[in-house]
């Protein structure tokens, strides 16, 4: 199983961005899925994550300009980020808890995304 995030890049502040992260291999199912982001010097922290139910949550930070979504047929999440800022510049990372052989938790590679102001 891999999880492959795409949708990076350089944008002003107050634009917008859409990353996607498509998970790949023998997936029976998939559970809460997430997005991480890490800014260079600080820890990783979790921007938003979509649990099986579709239910969401959300750092404070982003609420209000990002949208996470998941479309369960394409094994794909989504994360809308609109009214970017300076401070939402970091390398974005995609998790899911995926049933394959077992559940596990997995990572994907991580897309950067800069917000110039």
């Known amino acids: 199983v891999q999880l492959q995030a795409s949708g990076g890049g350089l944008v002003q502040a107050g634009g917008s961005l859409r990353l996607s992260c498509a998970a790949s291999g023998i997936i029976l199912g998939i559970n809460t899925m997430g997005w991480y982001r890490q800014a260079p010097g600080k820890q990783r922290e979790l921007v938003a994550r979509i649990l099986h139910d579709g239910s969401t949550n959300y750092a404070d930070s982003v609420k209000g300009r990002f949208t996470i979504s998941r479309d369960d047929a394409k094994n794909t999440m989504y994360l809308q980020m609109n009214n970017l800022k300076p401070d939402d510049t970091a390398v974005y990372y995609c998790?899911?808890?995926?049933?394959?052989?077992?559940?596990?938790?997995?990572w994907g590679q991580g897309t950067q995304v800069t917000v110039s102001s």
């Open positions: 998790n899911a808890d995926i049933w394959s052989m077992g559940l596990r938790n997995y």
